[in-house]
């Protein structure tokens, strides 16, 4: 077991010159040797979990099968707090007890990076003047001084957080090959391929779940006189909120850079191939799927990323948000009452009665060409009527219907015929703030239906559970 502040343990890094890779030749300037899990103290239970599900389900395998001269990777949970005995004792007595586990790697580094309170900080709704370092200043550090920790210890490392998993056994050795396959890189990762829209000047950053070749004394070079530099200065000068993986592509999508003659613009284009992309890593832990809009599943995502070895993002076991070929969503209600398969109630006299879910097409998405229908009917009194909507990702309203009890069914008038591909919509029924009076109003017999345009549909009857 490796004692904190012993920085020469673990294998010395290689600088061998490039040379074709393939699975009987281990390139050394390609070499993974690590899996490094950033964390803060609350998440020490998910850790714990993690190597337990690597134990029992999903066994990390050899890294480098055939080649027993070749070191394990090494495993690092790096906290970014000061040194914490508890901490220490509970994870080394779980890698002891995790036989598939010691097998895979070499040893288990447990490394608290004691960040001072300044640059040890997370704010997500700030408020004021920001801080010195910016309002993400604790991701930003913690990774900066995991992967320093790392620069004598491997070539290649996986940047793996609490919320990553594995999606099938021995996931070592593809992200070994991914290694092997880039020995230039000096990021391999992938973008936000998820559901939820992104703003265009973030949309194509690579996550922070990545490999990484802190081996590289170029890499640190640029990373040390480049970006850390340029990023603290924007942090304190037009966004405390910049994440460090975002930084390379805020730092390219400057309007300043649209002159081709930039000094920055020179440089860069000399280094755009070191920051790669693979298919081995797939983020998906966008606002939609967090938030519960969106779910996967890991057929889904091997169905759809074929290459797939590691995911960043909810991954969820259960099939019950699958109703056909339509999913459904997590609900937000205010003012129901009761509600049953095709039916809701809301409250006499609640100030805000609403219902919104999504709906989706696993893996497939909604394709142009595609119809969406909504019926239903309404029990209320004459002054009372329900507004029902779709919008898309973004919050954009694609298409409403007022529903009235005169009305008994909407059909056809909540119709929209789809001209554009979409990853999930919403669904959102409300009874409107200007009613005259509170009064009884029941949704029922609600039908969300999709056609594709050649005969077949797909309707959806218990949208309400």
């Known amino acids: 077991m490796t004692i904190e502040g012993d920085r020469s343990a673990g294998p010395e890094p290689h600088r061998a010159s490039p040379v074709a890779s393939s699975d009987d030749h281990i390139d050394q300037d390609g070499l993974f040797g690590a899996v490094v899990c950033p964390l803060i103290r609350p998440e020490l239970k998910a850790a714990l979990a993690n190597m337990e599900l690597w134990e029992h389900k999903l066994p990390p395998g050899e890294a480098f099968p055939g080649h027993p001269d070749l070191p394990r990777p090494l495993l690092v949970f790096s906290f970014n707090c000061g040194e914490d005995a508890d901490i220490r004792a509970q994870l080394t007595d779980t890698f002891r007890r995790c036989r598939n586990v010691q097998a895979a790697f070499s040893d288990l580094i447990v490394h608290f990076c004691d960040l001072p309170p300044e640059k040890d900080l997370y704010i997500r709704k700030p408020k004021g003047r920001a801080p010195k370092f910016g309002n993400k200043s604790g991701p930003n550090w913690q990774f900066y001084e995991s992967m320093r920790m790392m620069r004598d210890k491997a070539q290649f490392v996986l940047l793996m957080e609490v919320d990553c998993q594995p999606l099938h056994p021995g996931w070592l050795r593809p992200l070994a090959q991914t290694c092997q396959r880039n020995p230039d ?186 119809r969406i229908s909504v019926h239903a009917a309404i029990d209320a009194g004459p002054e009372h009527s329900a507004l029902l909507e779709i919008h898309d990702a973004s919050g954009r309203s694609l298409v409403h219907a007022w529903l009235a009890p005169a009305d008994s069914w909407i059909d056809p008038r909540l119709e929209m015929d789809l001209t554009d591909r979409h990853g999930f919509l919403t669904l959102t029924i409300s009874i409107p703030n200007t009613a005259p009076a509170p009064g009884y109003v029941k949704v029922r017999d609600l039908v969300v239906t999709l056609s594709d345009g050649h005969g077949a549909s797909n309707s959806l009857h218990d949208f309400f559970w």
């Not at 992938?190 to 690579?206: D, E, Q």
């Not at 170029?218 to 006189?225: G, K, P, V």
């Not at 889904?300 to 969820?316: E, I, K, N």
């Open 185 to 370: 890189a000096w990021v391999i990762g992938a973008h936000y391929s998820g559901a939820s829209p992104l703003p265009w000047h973030v949309a194509r950053h690579i996550n922070g779940n990545a490999l990484y070749q802190v081996g590289s004394d170029s890499f640190w070079a640029f990373i040390n006189d480049t970006l850390w530099p340029w990023m603290h200065d924007y942090i304190a000068t037009y966004d405390p909120d910049l994440a460090y993986d975002c930084a390379w592509e805020m730092f390219l999508n400057r309007d300043e850079m649209a002159y081709g003659g930039h000094y920055d613009w020179i440089v860069s284009r000399d280094i755009l191939h070191r920051f790669k992309l693979t298919d081995t890593i797939v983020n998906i832990g966008g606002h939609a799927e967090q938030s519960g809009w969106y779910a996967w599943t890991r057929e889904d995502l091997l169905r759809r990323f074929t290459g797939a070895t590691v995911v960043h993002g909810p991954v969820t076991e259960s099939i019950r948000h699958v109703r056909g070929r339509l999913a459904v969503g997590k609900a937000e209600s205010d003012g129901i009452a009761e509600h049953g398969p095709n039916w809701l109630q809301f409250l006499n006299d609640a100030a805000e009665r609403r219902y919104k879910r999504s709906i989706w097409v696993p893996v497939d998405g909604f394709r142009p060409g595609e």
